[in-house]
Every structure is written in C-alpha cells, then in structure tokens.
C-alpha cells in the first residue's frame, strides 16, 4: 500500500503563458488528496519569471528553470527519504527536471512520458523559447548544459529507460523542425497506440521500465494526452488523443507495478475550463487509478 504526499510545483517558467500555476489548487479543491488519502507535502516557490530568452541559450527563462530542478528534488527526494510516494502537480513540463532529478539522485530510473507532445524540441527550434516543447529532450541530456546538466548528472535518465506513449504532435515537429526521437528511446506514439490497443501498448511499456537494471520508473502524465474533445483546458490544443478510458487502462496496468515510484501531473488550466468539467473528470481518473493502492499514514 502506498502513502501518498502531494507536492504543489506551480512553475510556468516553461510557458509564455499563464494559469497551469492553478492546476494544483483546482485539483485539490476538487478533493484529490481526500480521496487518496494523502499528506500535503507542501507547494513550493517558484522563481519569477525573467520575461525575455536567456541570450546564450534561447530559452525563455532558463536560468529560472535550472534554479527551480533542485528545489523540486529536494522536496520529492525529502518525500522519498520518508517511505512516501510523491505526487506532484505542476505546473508545466519543465517540472519533469527536478522529478527526475530526484531520482538521478538515487540510482537507475526510467520514465513513462504520457504527453500529447514529444517535447524533444531543440532551443533554435522552438518558436518561443518555450521549455515545455524541450522538457524531454533536456531530461535525456540534450540541450544546453545550463537545463541538462543539473549537479553534473546529465543525463536525469537515459534515452533508453524511456517510453513516450500517446504523443500525436507530428505535424507541428514537421513545421518546425523538431529534433527527431533518439532510436534507442521507446516511442509508441497515437497511431500505434490505435495499431496495437492500448492495454497490449501499456503493457510493453511495463515490460520495458521494469527491466531489472531499473531501480523504478517514474510517471509524466500531460493532460494534453487527452481527446481535445474531452480535454479542451490546455494551452496547445492537437486534434484527438486518448479517450478517458485509455488514459485510465495506462495508469492500471502502470501503477499495478511496484516499480512504479511517483507521478506528475501537468498542464491542465482551470483558467480554460470555464465549466469546470475537465478538471472535475481529471480528478475522478487520478483519484480511481491511486486509490487503490492508497494507504493512511
């Protein structure tokens, strides 16, 4: 059984934008802790943003970015240390740096990227220097050492103990040129995840992030993975995606796994769900995938 703790990392550092800050607030309004039974760990400050493109490596507010990773893992390191199982709700994407940073910390771990995007964007590439469009790219170890190489541990996880499943963001990598995936990273992305069903996609992933060389694997989970029809309160909307249901089948079969040793949640915008619906059934999917195995402290 796990006893959860919540970390509120309410970062837009990665985004031109404003409103995933109150991802956290809305999901815990909406009774998320409640009903896993689970501490509050705290919300943690983030840097102001710096409003312009760090000159040397084009990134909207990278030094921001690169000082808020550690204070991040400390605070899911601090979870971790305590026998808990971190829950963190972002924010953006570019909180994936200090989740896995934490992990970086302590041994081998992989990462089960569920996301809309591929987000392996390189920094010229990038219309607006946004680092949630590179979030996977950095944690991989490519991009520039200021966002990758955090205390000297590039990569936060290698290539090859990742799975990106559900992304769908093709023609926007085409139009501007997006840095491909690295061969050796495991990629089922929409069309295969239709090809293949979800539950058999889910399972190879499971397969591959519990390969014995693994001390666990940790969980991104970008609501833009959703159908846009059901999940419209994000900032960069893509035609189709995963059904409710297929999000939920992923989370299953991943988190029936003992390997399984903390998720992410990002980029849902209460400020863009203006009949509260989708953050409403968001909370129901997080909350039924968890409670199972939730525990009092």
Request: proline share 7%; hydrophobic share 45%.
């Amino acid at each position: 059984m796990r006893p959860y703790a919540i970390i509120e990392a309410p970062s837009t550092l990665g985004l031109s934008t404003e409103g995933v800050d109150r991802l956290p607030d809305r999901l815990l309004e909406l009774g998320l802790a409640e009903r896993i039974r689970a501490r509050r760990a705290g919300r943690l400050a983030v840097p102001p943003k710096e409003g312009r493109r760090d000159p040397e490596t084009t990134i909207l507010n990278a030094k921001a970015i690169a000082a808020f990773a550690p204070v991040l893992a400390d605070a899911t390191q601090a979870v971790l240390d305590a026998g808990e199982w971190p829950v963190v709700l972002g924010g953006d994407c570019t909180i994936l740096q200090g989740s896995m940073l934490a992990l970086r910390r302590r041994g081998r771990y992989g990462l089960l990227f569920l996301d809309g995007n591929a987000d392996f964007f390189q920094p010229e590439a990038e219309p607006n220097g946004e680092g949630a469009s590179m979030d996977l790219a950095w944690a991989t170890g490519h991009g520039p050492a200021l966002v990758t190489d955090l205390e000297g541990r590039r990569p936060l996880v290698r290539a090859e103990d990742v799975v990106a499943l559900g992304f769908r963001d093709h023609e926007d990598q085409a139009e501007y040129g997006s840095q491909p995936l690295p061969t050796e990273l495991v990629a089922f992305d929409l069309p295969a995840v239709r090809r293949l069903g979800v539950e058999t996609a889910a399972r190879a992933a499971l397969d591959h992030l519990t390969r014995p060389e693994l001390d666990g694997f940790f969980i991104h989970l970008d609501a833009d993975c959703l159908d846009d029809a059901v999940m419209p309160a994000v900032d960069f909307r893509i035609p189709g995606g995963l059904s409710w249901e297929e999000l939920a089948a992923v989370l299953r079969i991943a988190l029936a796994s003992d390997k399984a040793v903390g998720i992410e949640v990002t980029i849902y915008n209460p400020s863009l769900d203006a009949s509260g619906e989708a953050g409403r059934v968001l909370t129901g999917l997080l909350a039924a995938a968890l409670e199972p195995a939730a525990t009092d402290h």
